[in-house]
Structure formats: structure tokens, C-alpha cells
């Protein structure tokens, strides 16, 4: 009997050196390394691709001023068929004569009292889109031949077509790079790489049309402006592709 109780005694004892040990005693250093099995390794590679764009938009219109609306929006309304009968005449579609804005703006005497309307002011605007870069030259010809005189500039953008395919060329690159990446580090690191489980895509920046100026007066272009050397030039698509990979 005694035996047993000292026993149990020395077993309770032992848990209570344990207690103010673990409480108040020095710590004891130990490290855990975990790891989930099956976790993909994710690598990257950014693409590229330049792309000469090929269409392009002119942004002109038409303004007229008079002392009478009705006759004024008769000038301008004459001239804007004028100008589309032009465009029509270089083969390019209703689709792509798009009219952006019609204004009127009366004009008053503040002279006067009270101030008293004298005129009015009437603009219409359109959006041409060429989608044959070598007619450009001839639709600012045509478009103030037909009485515009408001010609804003000439902007460059890249057809869906055009565009698809350079974003598949940028994403080819991507994926091309993003391989690379992983055969270097699994070679590295003496891993063995699965199959893809997972991709993703960001594309890093748009392709930004831009603008070449030009300025038209009433009655038409000079031969400098009506004669322009248009360069396009480039544009470029960045894009990262993302792959995840399983590791065995």
C-alpha cells in the first residue's frame, strides 16, 4: 500500500515540476517545418509584340454662322451631305461617318437693353474612320473640299483582326518565357514539375492610339497639310502570362 502511494505521490509531483517549469522556467527552443502536399509552384513571363496600326480616324466638322437659324442650318445641312457624298465616293461605309455632336449657339447684342439675340452659330462634327491607311490623304482632301473647316487631327488604332493577333503573339511570348522560368527552377532546385493545373493573364498596357495634329482653315488645306507623310510607326502590347505547375 505504502509502495503504491509513493508511487502516485512521485507521479504528482513530477506533473507539478512540470507545470512551474513550463510557467516560469527558461524556454526551450524547437523548430516546425510544414509543407502541404501538392502545392503548385507559380512562375511568370511577361510578352511582347509590335503591331503597325492600320486604320485611322479624322475628326472634322463643319461650322457656319448667319443672322438667320433656318438659313444657316440649311448651309451647314447642304455641306454635310456634300461631305459624306465625298467620303462615300472613296469607298468608305455609312458605318464609319459618324456624326459626334450638333450645335447651335445663338449670338447676342449685351450691348442692348435688354441683350437681344443677332445671330446664330451652328457646328456639326464628325468621326471618320479609314480603314485603308493610304486613303487618308485623300479623305482630308475630300472632307475640306466639301466645305469642312474644322479638321481636328488624324489618330491611329490597330482593326480587331490586327489587334487579336498581336495579343496572340504577346501571349505566345509570355507562355514561351514562363516555361523557360520553370524548367531553370525545378533544374535548380531538383524538383520535378507536373502538368499546368492552372494559368492566368494580365495585360499590362493597352494599345493607345495617338494622334497626329491637323489644322484646317475654311476653304481647305494647303498642299503641305493636303500632302501629309503619314507614319503610323509602331505600337506595342505587354502582357504577363501566370503558370501554375504541379510539383512531384
Given at each position: ?6 508511487w502516485g505521490?512521485?507521479?504528482i ?16 527552443p ?10 503548385p ?14 486604320i ?17 442650318q ?8 456634300s ?9 468608305i ?10 450645335n447651335?449657339?445663338?449670338?447676342s447684342?449685351?450691348q ?6 443677332t ?15 493610304d ?16 479638321v ?8 480587331d483582326?490586327?489587334?487579336?493577333k498581336?495579343m ?18 525545378a533544374?535548380?532546385?531538383g ?24 489644322s ?10 493636303a ?21 512531384r
Open positions: 500500500m505504502n509502495e503504491k502511494f509513493h505521490g512521485g507521479v509531483i513530477f506533473f507539478i515540476l512540470l507545470f512551474i517549469f513550463a510557467k516560469w522556467g527558461p524556454a526551450i524547437f523548430s516546425v517545418l510544414s509543407q502541404s502536399k501538392g502545392e509552384m507559380v512562375v511568370s513571363g511577361e510578352g511582347k509584340a509590335a503591331a503597325i496600326p492600320d485611322a480616324k479624322i475628326s472634322a466638322g463643319i461650322e457656319d454662322s448667319g443672322t438667320s437659324l433656318i438659313q444657316v440649311d448651309s451647314v445641312n447642304k455641306k454635310s451631305q461631305l459624306v457624298s465625298a467620303l462615300k465616293k472613296l469607298d461605309d455609312d458605318k464609319d461617318i459618324k456624326t459626334t455632336s450638333y447651335i449657339y445663338p449670338q447684342d449685351y442692348a437693353n435688354p441683350p437681344k439675340i445671330g446664330y452659330r451652328v457646328s456639326i462634327d464628325y468621326q471618320v474612320t479609314i480603314r485603308k491607311i486613303k487618308v490623304n485623300e479623305a482630308l482632301t475630300a472632307l475640306t473640299g466639301a466645305g469642312a473647316n474644322l481636328g487631327g488624324v489618330s491611329f488604332d490597330l482593326s483582326d490586327a489587334r487579336a498581336a496572340g503573339e504577346a501571349r505566345k511570348d509570355a507562355v514561351r518565357k514562363a516555361k523557360e522560368s520553370a524548367e531553370s527552377l533544374k535548380a532546385s524538383i520535378t514539375l507536373g502538368k499546368i493545373i492552372n494559368i492566368s493573364e494580365n495585360q499590362k498596357s493597352g494599345i493607345r492610339p495617338f494622334t497626329l495634329p491637323v484646317g482653315g475654311g476653304g481647305g488645306l494647303d498642299k503641305a497639310i500632302e501629309p507623310n503619314i507614319q503610323p510607326g509602331e505600337t506595342e502590347i505587354n502582357l504577363t502570362v501566370s503558370l501554375s505547375y504541379e510539383i
